[in-house]
């Protein structure tokens, strides 16, 4: 069964780095384009970056841009999302999310969430 | 960017009524809207796809229709495990992707 294990969230101070990664398991990696969304507390859903099935085209939501980077090793199975410059308005919980095809369409697989907090 | 619309914000319900939830998009998103439940604590989990279509493993009970501005999504009997928070999303016109704001359906 599809499986997507996040990690890497924890307490960072504003302006500071973090690293998220996204392990995934029982379905082939490479022909599915995989998503970051996060949710900040209490509130709704945002899209925050895609990247296509082979990595060569990757596109962020505007909150995030110039900041983030999404990244994937098809040959470890795994997608990243390193935060850099972070603000309070970051702090969410981040979901990875598998596309329903090679490039962006609809998330359907999420895995569990890792929590990002960001404070001083 | 498209911006999807929800309505009503709650809906108090009862265990086998009918739940009728709106999706209202900014411009023309043809039929590309998708439809996600989330429990609290929980990941989104996706229910319809392409305005219309069931994902894998969702009960005949979840039905989605609509296209260009207007979706609806209809709980044909609510059970009580349906009580959620339903949000919709387009892919028309990305990036971005864009979600509603979601509507919680809870126990009345």
């Known amino acids: 069964q599809v499986q997507l294990v996040e990690s890497g969230g924890g307490v960072v101070q504003p302006g500071r780095s973090l690293r998220l990664s996204c392990a995934a398991s029982g379905f082939t990696f490479s022909a599915y384009a995989m998503h970051w969304v996060r949710q900040a507390p209490g509130k709704g859903l945002e899209w925050v970056a895609v990247?296509?099935?082979?990595?060569?085209?990757?596109y962020y939501a505007d909150s995030v841009k110039g900041r983030f980077t999404i990244s994937r090793d098809n040959s470890k199975n795994t997608v990243d999302l390193q935060m850099n410059s972070l603000r309070a308005e970051d702090a969410a919980v981040y979901y990875c999310?598998?596309?329903?095809?090679?490039?962006?369409?609809?998330?359907?697989?999420w895995g569990q969430g890792t929590l990002v907090t960001v404070s001083s | 960017e498209i911006v999807l619309t929800q309505s009503p914000a709650t809906l108090s319900l009862s265990p086998g009524e009918r739940a009728t939830l709106s999706c209202r998009a900014s411009?023309?998103?043809?039929?590309?809207l998708a439809w996600y439940q989330q429990k609290p604590g929980q990941a989104p989990r996706l229910l319809i796809y392409?305005?219309?279509n069931r994902a894998t493993g969702i009960p005949a009970r979840f039905s989605g229709s609509g296209s260009g501005t207007d979706f609806t999504l209809t709980i044909s009997s609510l059970e009580p495990e349906d009580f959620a928070v339903y949000y919709c999303q387009q892919r028309s016109n990305w990036p971005p992707f864009t979600f509603g704001p979601g509507t919680k359906v809870d126990i009345k």
């Open positions: 392409d305005a219309s």
């Open positions: 999310a598998r596309d329903k095809a090679r490039t962006g369409t609809y998330f359907g697989y």
């Open positions: 411009q023309s998103v043809n039929s590309y």
């Open positions: 990247i296509s099935y082979d990595g060569t085209n990757k």
